[in-house]
Each structure stands twice: as structure tokens, then as C-alpha cells.
């Protein structure tokens, strides 16, 4: 059997956008990253094909709680009873109540909206759900899988090194690889979404992966990554231009509710930049139409954080002309 088996989740109705993992270890089996309701039906099939059970289901690995990656949880925990959900320190609170994640999400798409994309996200009881540190390690059966506390994505973010198969399940730390754009060679770019985009934890991030060495790298968007340090560099040179687009928005005369629209633009055209060398991608319109949902999360991010600073150095200038006009 497959070391590593590629579940394609379908998510959005896209193929090959969303994966979750699973790993067969004896008689029992993980999955990794779990996306939404809609997907479980195909990796309980997956699960059928390894010939295990879903009693035989031993862990539920979430990479973050990004509904893309989490939504699904709460419905495998409860068909699959003998699985333990294994969760950033962050993350946990949010399996086990989910609402404030429900309310946010909710209020971006709407309650009917949200309905369609994720169904009915509940509670996992608490005594079901595992915080696992950074650099810890679970012992399983023949495997060792260790814990990688990696921020910059998302603060409640971790990976996991597998020493059986030699391969690291990298969530969004290592970006997004849709296969449909690597037909000249590797193309990844890193993902920027709101709310806790940080450049420089992202690159420290990268560098803490390739510095594992290992065989495979699978993120969850999408599949397996092989060129490793090639992809790597895509990835800083991309997280470069993201820390300067921040601080051009954040410098610029837009207002914050403009930024979106100044940062976008230069985000196509840095992609455009980047597709100029991957043969015909970047005048085929099916590349624009896959990227267009990223760019437009990553324009969002990026506009988040240069709010943030704006909203903070506005705060630092008042409070230090309040020193000044108090005389303290």
C-alpha cells in the first residue's frame, strides 16, 4: 500500500484544489486535514479502499482551523468513535466550540451561503480532542509523526514530519501547488489570506521545512511536492513582494477601505510575471479563472495587515501626543 494516499476532496466542486491525507498504519489509519462536510463521503471511501474501517480510525489531524481544512471534522469524529482530533494549542478551543468560527465565517458568506459551502460544523467533546506542542511527537505503531508549530499563514498552525514515509504534511506553511499549473515546472506561491498573514514568520516557516529534509512535501493544495528547494525559493521571492506590497499600502494615500483595489492589480501583475516563464499559463484564461479565488484572499490578507499597522502607528501618535500634552 501507498505510504501517503491522496484523497481529492473536490472542494468548491474544483478537482484537484483541496486534498486531505490519509496514512495506514496496521490496522488503523489517520487522516490529515479534513476539509468540509461535502468531502467526507469520499474519504470515508478511501478509507473503505485501504480495506480499514471507520472504527479503525485512529486520528484526526488538523493542519489549522481554516474551513478548507477543518470543516469536516466534526462529522468524521462522530462516525469514526475510536478517532482522537489532534489540534494546535489555538486550534483546539475551536473544534471543540466552534461557534465563534461559525459566526465569522457566517457573517463573511452569509448563514445561507456558508450552509451550502460547509453544512452544520458541531462540537467535538473535549476528552476526544489532543493539543499537540511544538516539536512534539506521537508514536504510532511504526511511525513517529512530530509536530511543527509553523506560523505566518495562520497563528494556530502546525505541520507533521513523518518519519516512515519521510514526508511532511505542510497544511499552507509551504503554499498552494495546483497540478494543473506545473506543466512547466514547479509553480507555488504562498498563501496571504486574512487575518494573520506575517511575511516573516512565513519565510521562517519555509526555511524550518526544507531544512528537515524530506522525501515529499504535501501540502494541502495540492498533492505531492518533489523540488523541494526550487519551490522553496518561488515561495520567499513571493513572500519578498507581499512584505513590500504591505508596506506600499500601508504608506500609500488610499484609504482602508481602498486598499483591496491598489493592492490587487499589483498582485495579477506580479503573478503575470511569474507565469511568463510556464509556457502558454499565462495567456490561458482556465489559469486566471484557478487563480482568481487566491488572489483575491491573498489582496485581502495583504490589506489586513497594512490596516493593522496603519490602525497602530495612528494609536502610538496619539498616545504620544498625549504624553506630550499632559507634559509626562
Known amino acids: 500500500m501507498n505510504e501517503v494516499i491522496t484523497i481529492d476532496c473536490y472542494y468548491l466542486d474544483r478537482p484537484e484544489f483541496a486534498a486531505a491525507y490519509l496514512l ?3 490496522d488503523e489509519a489517520a487522516f490529515i486535514d479534513n476539509n468540509t462536510n461535502h468531502a467526507v463521503p469520499r474519504m470515508l471511501a478511501a478509507l473503505e479502499s485501504a480495506g480499514l474501517r471507520p472504527e479503525q480510525l485512529r486520528y484526526l489531524i488538523v493542519t489549522h482551523v481554516h474551513l478548507d481544512h477543518s470543516g469536516g471534522t466534526s462529522a468524521l469524529a462522530r462516525l469514526c468513535p475510536e478517532a482522537t482530533v489532534l489540534a494546535h494549542p489555538r486550534a483546539a478551543p475551536h473544534i471543540v466550540d466552534p461557534g465563534d468560527l461559525v459566526a465569522s465565517a457566517s457573517l463573511v458568506y452569509g448563514a445561507e451561503e456558508f450552509e451550502r459551502l460547509y453544512g452544520t460544523i458541531e462540537p467535538v467533546p473535549e476528552d476526544r480532542v489532543r493539543i499537540m506542542g511544538d516539536d512534539e511527537v506521537l508514536s504510532w505503531g511504526r511511525r513517529r509523526l512530530t509536530f511543527l508549530h509553523t506560523r ?35 509553480f507555488a506561491f504562498p498563501s496571504t489570506s486574512p487575518t494573520a498573514f506575517d511575511a516573516e514568520l512565513a519565510r521562517q516557516a519555509v526555511h524550518r521545512l526544507v531544512d528537515l529534509t524530506p522525501s515529499r512535501l504535501y501540502p494541502t493544495h495540492f498533492g505531492a511536492v518533489g523540488d523541494i528547494e526550487n519551490t522553496a525559493g518561488q515561495l520567499i521571492r513571493h513572500l519578498d513582494f507581499a512584505e513590500r506590497l504591505v508596506a506600499d499600502a500601508e504608506a500609500s494615500s488610499f484609504s482602508d477601505d481602498e486598499l483591496e483595489n491598489y493592492i490587487r492589480p499589483r498582485l ?14 499565462a495567456a490561458d ?18 490589506a489586513v495587515v497594512a490596516r493593522k499597522r496603519r490602525k497602530k502607528a495612528r494609536e502610538s501618535g496619539l498616545r504620544t501626543q498625549t504624553r506630550q500634552d499632559t507634559g509626562s
Open 152 to 186: 505566518g499563514h495562520a497563528n494556530h498552525h502546525f505541520c507533521i514530519a513523518d518519519d516512515r514515509s519521510g514526508a511532511v504534511f505542510t497544511g499552507d506553511a509551504f503554499g498552494l501547488h495546483y497540478p494543473a499549473l506545473q506543466t512547466h515546472g514547479p
Open 268 to 281: 495579477e501583475d506580479f503573478f503575470a510575471g511569474l507565469l511568463n516563464g510556464h509556457g502558454a499559463l
Open 24 to 26: 495506514v498504519e496496521g
Open 285 to 302: 484564461p482556465d489559469t486566471w479563472t484557478l487563480l482568481d479565488l487566491d488572489i483575491d484572499l491573498n489582496a485581502q490578507g495583504i
